[in-house]
């Protein structure tokens, strides 16, 4: 190994962990500049796979916090399930006094998929024996999953704060005071920055100051180097939702903030720049008849399975010549198809196979103008209805694709990219507006001009698809050449 590649590595590690410096003049030197440079690549490729959850907190519901139920899970399981995610393989839980029936719960569950250990409190708190960083959670906070992505990217470490907390939801929170780092933290503190929230990557040492209750002493706090994460400055557009969603935690306290919860919940599940027809009269609906099945035991997969059963009867129904029927039945599949994913936001059981759906929304979509167009052109014998049908499928095919792929290219949905992208998806061509096609020419006996209507939509959009995504890849083309 060369001189110059071992201090050149070495500065950059120094940068990275602040854990050595050291002068190559011997044989001897060079050997452990080796041995160092190795070890701080192996814990450079490391990530932190234990976490802690504290369940001491004291009882104000009439169970313990952290099995109190929000939308169908306790937030203990809402906390595995999110450490799960994020590939952490253990968890230890500090129960407080009255900790058993948490155990006695887990018990119950079986597997969760994660390893889980217990600390109990007897005569003091010890922390549990965790080498190394972990990452620690409070049980009783309802935690945005980017504040523990965001603490999971750090090298030090780190508290969670929030510099925005509004002074009664910070009473009772310890307070923090920073400078380069954390400089003090404590309940008391006369002048504070932010408060803690309730979640840190954690060393051992940093865990004993965080359960000690008196007040701690700025210069120590700052010889330790303890870094802060405010959560303000983590990035709040998420492109899967097309939309802003600010960061967010609760407390849960009582019944009030269990209401708020779960409100909250309800709302982040809804995706944003949609069609006039699916924000104003969809959205309500759906997030209404969530509210109610997220505490029932239905599974968001057999929502779709239901959803999907109701899509094919109304495709049979158009074959038939059912064409109000079968117009009606879409309007209740267009409400009910987004009730599913918007249950699982809310559960926080997300998966990637759940992206599946939309292909399976694909295929009914399109049974449908498929039938509709079949049965016109059954009743006429003219040829217009399959060429305007076949057309439908085909630009609705391209639209869909021209989309996926600006999103797979640009990592942002084309209709959410500029305002008048923003502005035209609430009038671009797709099953919500179609339907209302169908709809209306059923009402009015007129089942061709509205296949030529959908049509004329589908092509309108295709070109305005192109365009727009032709026009935002050239610029980003020649943004990059510069």
Not at 29 to 54: C, Y
Not at 182 to 193: F, P
Not at 214 to 237: A, C, F, H, V
């Amino acid at each position: 190994m060369k001189e110059e590649w071992i201090k050149e590595r070495e500065l950059r590690i120094y940068d990275l962990k602040g854990g050595f410096w050291l002068d190559i003049d011997t044989d001897e030197d060079r050997q452990t500049a080796e041995r160092l440079l190795r070890q701080r690549l192996r814990e450079k490729g490391k990530r932190v796979r234990e976490a802690v959850i504290l369940a001491t907190s004291e009882r104000r519901l009439e169970k313990p916090k952290m099995l109190t139920k929000l939308c169908g899970l306790s937030l203990l399981e809402r906390n595995l399930q999110l450490l799960k995610a994020l590939d952490i393989s253990k968890v230890t839980i500090m129960l407080g006094p009255r900790g058993k029936p948490i155990r006695q719960y887990l018990d119950k569950k079986g597997d969760l998929g994660i390893k889980i250990g217990y600390v109990e409190s007897r005569d003091g708190w010890a922390p549990p024996i965790v080498e190394g960083e972990f990452l620690l959670l409070e049980g009783d906070r309802l935690f945005d999953a980017r504040i523990i992505e965001a603490l999971l990217a750090r090298r030090e470490a780190t508290l969670a704060i929030d510099r925005g907390c509004h002074p009664e939801k910070a009473r009772g929170l310890p307070k923090i005071l920073i400078g380069d780092g954390v400089k003090a933290i404590g309940e008391n503190l006369e002048k504070w920055d932010g408060v803690y929230m309730g979640a840190a990557l954690c060393t051992p040492q940093l865990f004993r100051i965080l359960l000690d209750d008196s007040l701690q002493d700025g210069d120590r706090l700052e010889s330790l180097g303890i870094g802060y994460l405010d959560i303000s400055k983590i990035p709040t557009y998420i492109a899967e939702m097309r939309r802003d969603l600010p960061i967010s935690w609760i407390r849960m306290e009582n019944e009030k903030d269990l209401k708020k919860a779960k409100k909250l919940l309800i709302e982040r599940t809804q995706k944003g720049t949609l069609d006039l027809l699916a924000w104003y009269l969809h959205r309500p609906i759906e997030n209404r008849i969530t509210y109610y099945l997220s505490e029932w035991p239905i599974t968001p997969n057999q929502v779709t399975i239901f959803t999907n059963i109701v899509a094919y009867l109304a495709t049979f129904l158009f074959l038939q010549g059912y064409l109000l029927g079968a117009s009606l039945l879409t309007l209740v599949v267009n409400i009910l198809d987004g009730v599913d994913g918007k249950l699982a936001r809310a559960r926080g059981v997300t998966t990637k196979l759940g992206h599946i759906e939309h292909s399976f929304d694909l295929l009914f979509e399109q049974s449908w103008y498929i039938a509709f167009a079949w049965y016109i052109f059954s009743g006429s014998g003219s040829l217009l209805p399959l060429i305007l049908g076949l057309l439908i499928l085909l630009l609705d095919s391209f639209n869909r694709h021209c989309s996926m792929q600006f999103k797979q290219v640009m990592g942002v949905s084309l209709a959410d990219y500029a305002k008048f992208d923003r502005l035209f998806r609430r009038f671009d061509g797709r099953r919500n507006i179609y339907t209302l096609y169908m709809l209306a020419g059923a009402i009015f006996g007129l089942p061709l001009y509205a296949l030529m209507a959908m049509a004329a939509h589908a092509l309108l959009t295709a070109v305005v698809y192109a365009s727009r995504a032709i026009k935002h890849l050239r610029a980003a083309d020649r943004q990059g050449a510069v």
